[in-house]
């Protein structure tokens, strides 16, 4: 029974018809007799899945066919060690910080080479995207990294920075498949599945293939080379071969519903019931701002920790779990990821109002 509404950061919830649909074919893949976890990645059977795949998110993000597609593993965390590795030609690259993981993919790139601080929202706990219309960048430097949806602070890049021509490395791990990109503009984007796309394990990368070199830095592991990968079409060794067929499903799923223009516009309908009731609450507030609010995690908080962890408790009661805030920022964090209904957004929001008007929280 699905008697809860998941409100998890991620590994997060995913579409129903999707599991049941793997559910159905778990014992016999396409009259295989074997489940998809049980089939060989050399083998016919697996090859059409990957293939398919990945044609199918070509088609779905407008991929130009200059962008190579890659399935790999170690983590969105591990491509913050990967970038430097293969992209550090002068040991130079800007990094604009607005939240923890930018943060942490900076002091990694810091061990490769002089790394600038393009831009930062750090001095203000993250709460907003700082402009990023002209970056100082210098000459020299390899690439620009920016972290596209902050999914601690619950802020989101609403435009591109301005690289002044620099290739632009972006993390879309919780923003990934939640609207349309333009991917020309972005040198590599890259994100781990476990928010909008699959279960944990499988991280994708998406980049211009000029960007795949044998130049990489001296005792770069054979594992942690792009080219390696691209050329073996991502079979150098043994794939996440179960995400993938999920991640596949999962955009089988959005093409059902008519894309990613739509289900942008589906998104934004959600985020704006949360949004809108905290705009009007005098117990909730945001704590994002504005301008920069996510529509895939929304951050909130009370004016005390013992009413914030009082709601917590008591909305799991309700069936609204996981929506403790992370630790580096506290309070409420509710992410509204692609599978995530309105109906979830709705409960939680006539639930807030419950709470608020029931005047609980009045004695903490
Ligand atoms: C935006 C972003 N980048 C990177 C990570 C780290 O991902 P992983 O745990 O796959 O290394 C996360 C995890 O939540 C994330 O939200």
Redesign the pocket.
């Not at 170690?74 to 591990?78: A, F, M, R, Y």
């Not at 993390?171 to 919780?174: A, K, L």
């Given at each position: 029974m699905r008697n809860v509404y998941n409100f998890s950061?991620?590994p997060a919830v995913l579409p129903k018809s999707v599991l049941q649909e793997a559910a159905d074919e778990m014992l016999d893949y396409k009259g295989s007799g074997m489940s998809v976890m049980e089939i060989s990645h050399r083998s016919f059977l697996f090859q059409s899945i990957i293939d398919e795949t990945e044609q199918d998110l070509r088609i779905l993000m407008n991929i130009p066919d200059d962008y190579v597609v890659l399935f790999l593993q170690?983590?969105?965390?591990?491509q913050f060690s990967m970038i430097p590795m293969n992209f550090m030609r002068n040991g130079k690259a800007d990094y604009i910080l607005t939240?923890y993981?930018a943060k942490?993919?900076y002091e990694e790139a810091k061990r490769y080479g002089k790394i600038n601080i393009a831009a930062s929202s750090e001095g203000d706990n993250f709460s907003y995207i700082p402009d990023c219309s002209d970056l100082e960048i210098d000459q020299d430097s390899d690439y620009v990294y920016m972290?596209?949806?902050?999914?601690?602070y619950g802020t989101k890049f609403h435009c591109c920075p301005n690289s002044h021509g620099k290739v632009l490395v972006n993390?879309?791990?919780?923003s990934f498949l939640s609207e349309p990109m333009n991917v020309s503009d972005y040198g590599m984007l890259f994100?781990?599945v476990?928010?909008n796309l699959a279960p944990?394990g499988l991280?994708i990368a998406i980049m211009h293939k000029d960007l795949i070199s044998d130049t990489v830095l001296s005792n770069t592991p054979t594992m942690l080379q792009y080219k390696i990968h691209a050329d073996k079409k991502s079979l150098y060794n043994t794939p996440p071969t179960y995400n993938i067929y999920m991640v596949g499903k999962v955009i089988k799923w959005i093409q059902s519903l008519g894309g990613l223009e739509k289900m942008k516009g589906l998104n934004e309908r959600k985020a704006a019931v949360l949004y809108d009731y905290l705009d009007s609450s005098s117990l909730f507030y945001g704590l994002a701002n504005a301008g920069s609010r996510s529509l895939m995690n929304v951050t909130f908080r009370t004016k005390s920790d013992a009413v914030d962890a009082e709601f917590i408790k008591q909305a799991e009661k309700h069936g609204i779990v996981s929506i403790k805030g992370h630790r580096a920022i506290g309070g409420m964090r509710a992410s509204l990821y692609n599978a995530m209904p309105i109906e979830g957004v709705q409960h939680l929001v006539d639930f807030m109002r419950e709470f608020e008007n029931s005047g609980d929280y009045y004695a903490k």
């Open positions: 950061a991620g170690g983590g969105t965390s591990l939240g993981w942490k993919a972290c596209e949806n902050n999914t601690i993390d879309i791990s919780s994100g781990g476990q928010k944990a991280v």
